[in-house]
């Protein structure tokens, strides 16, 4: 055994070996017609949760008999593509830093040292102009948001970070990515 895959679950914490978590895109393993397709939120969510804590990320899909797939996958797996276009750097070549994760926060380290707070955004609530990055690993000198060129506003509050949101921030969905230096 080189590695751990658990399936249809994420482990609470940071597991000590190689590991990564095997999910379908749906409910079923192999193609069921009008299946229960999760959100593309959601699977962008379950990736930066499995990612944060060190793991990869095995995403099931079943093609339909004819070998292609179905509309809602094709749709789900564009758009996460796109997500991972601007927010590359938080997810490849990272690794694990604590606390991982806080509240809807979760946190990777790039080779470089750099840290990505990777905050969640709720499907159905509008974002605030000011958002709080809690309990960060260590405190920046400098904070950029991926996917938005105009310069961020932000303040140390004890171990936290308040974070003023420009509002061309409103064109970014499903996770918000700091880079931290």
Known sequence: ENYQTPEQKIPET?????????????????????DNYKSTTKLIHLLINIV????????????????????????????????????????????PIAPYQTENVCFTQGKNGSVHA????????????T????????????????????????????NDLQVALPKTTTKLQYALVFKMD
């Open 14 to 34: 940071p597991l000590d070996y190689p590991w990564e978590t095997c999910m379908t895109i749906g409910d079923a393993w192999g193609y069921v017609p009008n």
């Open 52 to 95: 944060a804590k060190g793991g990869n990320f095995l995403l099931d899909v079943g093609p339909k008999p004819d070998g292609t797939f179905p509309e809602p996958v094709l749709q789900r797996l564009t758009e996460i593509g796109q997500w991972m276009y601007i927010n590359n750097q938080a997810i490849y070549s990272t690794k």
């Open 118 to 129: 990777l905050y969640l955004l709720d499907e159905n609530k509008a974002l605030e102009e």
């Open 131 to 158: 958002i709080t990055l809690k309990n960060v690993p260590k405190m920046p000198n400098k904070i950029a948001l991926l996917g938005i060129a105009d310069k961020l506003k932000w303040k140390k509050v004890g």
